[in-house]
């Protein structure tokens, strides 16, 4: 069995791993660099940047905790620390590739017909025939047709992460993930920051509830907020709308996050007989496409573009391209955000609930009450969305240190439609930020043991 994956991000290297796995003849081709955006220029370089930015954070206010220190940035330092881990772990997923002798090519594929592909690289073409394609060609940033965009201070994600100085001031166009993260990242560094969303909130896909505390939280650092707003043009100034009316800002740096899309222009998917809708590949739960010998994974085919939800994909379809039966299950992707303190989200929000008529009690736990929280200066609650009737853990939702790596708690009770008891009946060590989880099980009773209850102590 040959099988052809044309992206090298985090889908279709873990592709290529597992299809190896299975005994399949396997070649990677990848347009840049191994790892994709998540490795290169996405969430590794973030990630080493906002860490550096909370260790000069936690070091400035070190005073609070009886640290003294004489405290300055070397941003150049900083960078060269993030080039290095990124160099490191693209060398680790190229020693990946040979160690389960994975052909890796360099080139821009094409479809020649459903069973060919020509790569354009290095100043020469060249054909590939394969059994079975896996499509991962990942997503681009979206420009919107602004007017003055082209301007040499206005800067996607990828030039964010590639600057020289911090900038003194940076306006971000749009509040999502990545806008979040840039601006906690470059708020801590000193930068004065400022977000422009189109939305009533930040993070608009996330819990309301949590990303309004979150909102709070950043206006307390000092980050400006325009909600309910929308770029307008670049000039001079950086002209907004907003509910108060026009406003012109400035700035040195204009970074555009509003989001990303497909990248699939060039591919020739029609000489593949593979269908498209919306500028996504269209694929079903076991990422086959329209054509027999086709699959697509990661954000290639829209949804929710998360380096997880990529690899989750890559398996699925490897598996299902080597005769096995394999199905993606998208209930347990968790979504993270990098904050200050951080925001981690898995299954339903109360909003989604509410819209699919689904009956369900909210259990809370503010981290007020939670000792390891106050050690480390955070605020923040803990949020259970459970069934009313059976008590099934439906969603979770934490605003809180390490949230990201607190959230696959939540992840594993879905997966295993475990109830809120079962939460409960699992101790919890103290002290912890995850003794809050279950808190926030015993609350979905009303019986948190932490926080003053009158309704507890009656029952």
Do not use: W
Not at 74 to 96: H, P, Q, R, W, Y
Not at 104 to 119: L, P, Y
Not at 238 to 257: R, T
Request: contains cysteine.
């Amino acid at each position: 069995m040959k099988i052809a994956i044309i992206g090298g991000g985090p889908g279709g290297y873990v592709a290529a791993i597992r299809a190896a796995q299975l005994g399949a003849a396997v070649t990677l081709i990848e347009e840049n660099k191994l790892g994709g955006t998540c490795l290169n220029v996405g969430c590794i370089p973030t990630k080493a940047l906002l860490h550096t930015a909370e260790l000069y954070d936690q070091a400035l206010h070190g005073a609070d905790c009886g640290i003294q220190a004489n405290v300055s940035l070397d941003f150049s330092k900083a960078m060269e620390s993030k080039t290095k881990i990124v160099n490191k772990l693209v060398g680790g997923v190229t020693g990946l590739m040979k160690a389960n002798n994975v052909k890796v090519m360099s080139g821009k594929a094409s479809f020649v017909d459903n069973a060919t592909i020509e790569i354009a690289g290095a100043g020469e073409r060249q054909q590939l025939t394969a059994d079975k394609f896996i499509i991962a060609s990942g997503s681009v940033p979206v420009m919107p047709p602004i007017p003055g965009l082209s301007a040499p201070r206005c800067i996607d994600s990828t030039g964010a992460l590639t600057l020289t100085a911090v900038p003194k001031s940076m306006v971000i166009i749009g509040g999502g993930v990545i806008g979040v993260e840039m601006a906690t990242m470059y708020s801590a560094l000193g930068c004065n920051v400022t977000i422009v969303e189109m939305f009533d909130r930040i993070l608009p896909l996330m819990d309301r509830e949590l990303a309004l505390m979150l909102q709070a939280n950043l206006l307390k650092d000092g980050v400006n907020i325009y909600t309910s707003s929308k770029l307008v043009s670049i000039e001079k100034d950086i002209n907004i709308q907003a509910p108060s009316g026009a406003l012109a800002l400035n700035a040195e740096k204009v970074l555009v996050s509003i989001g990303r899309k497909p990248n699939i222009d060039g591919l020739a998917l029609d000489k593949a007989g593979v269908n498209t809708a919306n500028g996504r590949i269209t694929v079903n739960n076991k990422q086959e496409t329209s054509a027999a010998n086709m699959y697509a994974i990661g954000d290639c085919t829209g949804g929710i573009m998360l380096a997880h939800a990529a690899s989750a994909h890559g398996e699925v379809a490897a598996e299902n391209a080597c005769g096995h039966s394999a199905i993606f299950d998208g209930r347990t992707i968790p979504s993270c955000v990098y904050t200050r303190v951080e925001l981690a989200s898995v299954g339903l929000s109360e909003e989604q609930a509410q819209v699919q008529g689904i009956d369900y009690v909210a259990g809370r736990f503010p981290l007020a009450a939670n000792g390891k929280s106050l050690i480390m200066n955070a605020d923040g609650i803990v949020k259970i969305i459970a069934g009313k009737q059976y008590g099934e853990v439906l969603g979770v939702h934490i605003y809180a240190p390490r949230a990201t790596e607190l959230i696959a708690e939540g992840a594993l009770a879905i997966r295993l439609e475990a109830t809120v008891d079962e939460l409960i009946d699992t101790i919890h060590a103290h002290p912890t930020v995850g003794e809050s989880v279950r808190e926030a099980a015993l609350q979905v009773y009303n019986r948190a043991l932490h926080i003053p209850n009158k309704a507890a102590r009656k029952a």
